[in-house]
């Protein structure tokens, strides 16, 4: 015997096929990042990003490169450790802030290769590295000069300023990436305005 259909009652609520959300704070994680693909990713982006301040700093400081690499090794150091402890957490883990950091350091690549934009950006950041220095008076003439050249910078004046420079350079970046994620943010808001309209 055929079964009969099951009447529909007129007054129950109305079910909504459920939503599948697509949004930045459900996206699907994507898989951690190994710790040698994290040090190779950040030795070569702090590597080349330093081309034209290195190039520069070599003219200044009369060729002590030893405070420089030291100098840009620490900050390989430092973000690889940083990035790499910190990619677990929920915020790193949006898509919105990965897209961010992609976008950054991306362009600061860019204005690295595009000659003479890096070397202007350099040029700026590291005369404000130096004026900084000499303002709060600093003056490390415990380190020895490297060699006995008579260069100008000993090896310690040269790697705190190029400490200073990264630290300028990076301070830059996290304006240009809150501007980046201002404007995110009102494009997401106007595109969620029009949904709700439509």
Same mark, same amino acid.
């Given at each position: 015997?055929?079964?009969?259909?099951?009447?529909?009652?007129?007054?129950?609520? $109305?079910?909504?096929?459920?939503?599948?959300?697509?949004?930045?704070?459900?996206?699907?994680?994507?898989?951690?990042?190994?710790?040698?693909?994290?040090?190779?990713?950040?030795?070569?982006?702090?590597?080349?990003? $330093?081309?034209?301040?290195?190039?520069?700093?070599?003219?200044v400081t009369?060729?002590?490169? $030893?405070? #420089?690499?030291?100098?840009?090794?620490?900050?390989?150091?430092?973000?690889?450790? +940083?990035?790499?402890?910190?990619?677990?957490?929920?915020?790193?883990?949006?898509?919105?802030?990965?897209?961010?950091?992609?976008?950054?350091?991306?362009?600061?690549?860019?204005?690295?290769?595009?000659?003479?934009?890096?070397?202007?950006?350099?040029?700026?950041?590291?005369?404000?590295?130096?004026? &900084?220095?000499?303002?709060?008076?600093?003056k490390p003439?415990?380190?020895?000069?490297?060699?006995?050249?008579?260069?100008?910078?000993?090896?310690? #004046?040269?790697?705190?300023?190029? &400490? +200073?420079?990264?630290?300028?350079?990076? $301070?830059?970046?996290?304006?240009?990436?809150?501007?980046?994620?201002?404007?995110?943010?009102?494009?997401?808001?106007?595109?969620?305005?029009?949904?709700?309209?439509?």
């Amino acid at each position: 015997m055929p079964t009969e259909p099951t009447p529909v009652n007129p007054y129950s609520p $109305a079910t909504e096929p459920p939503q599948t959300d697509i949004s930045d704070e459900t996206a699907e994680e994507p898989p951690l990042p190994s710790l040698p693909r994290t040090t190779a990713r950040w030795f070569a982006v702090c590597g080349i990003s $330093a081309v034209p301040s290195f190039l520069l700093g070599f003219l200044v400081t009369e060729g002590q490169i $030893a405070g #420089m690499l030291l100098g840009i090794l620490t900050f390989a150091v430092g973000y690889t450790l +940083v990035d790499f402890k910190t990619a677990p957490h929920p915020i790193r883990q949006k898509r919105m802030v990965r897209r961010i950091l992609r976008i950054v350091y991306g362009t600061r690549i860019g204005i690295t290769v595009i000659f003479p934009i890096g070397f202007w950006v350099d040029t700026l950041c590291g005369f404000l590295s130096l004026a &900084l220095i000499n303002f709060v008076g600093f003056k490390p003439d415990s380190f020895e000069s490297v060699g006995s050249d008579g260069s100008s910078m000993t090896f310690g #004046m040269t790697f705190v300023t190029t &400490l +200073v420079q990264g630290c300028t350079l990076n $301070a830059v970046l996290l304006v240009y990436g809150t501007v980046i994620l201002g404007i995110y943010a009102i494009i997401k808001a106007f595109k969620g305005e029009r949904g709700n309209h439509s």
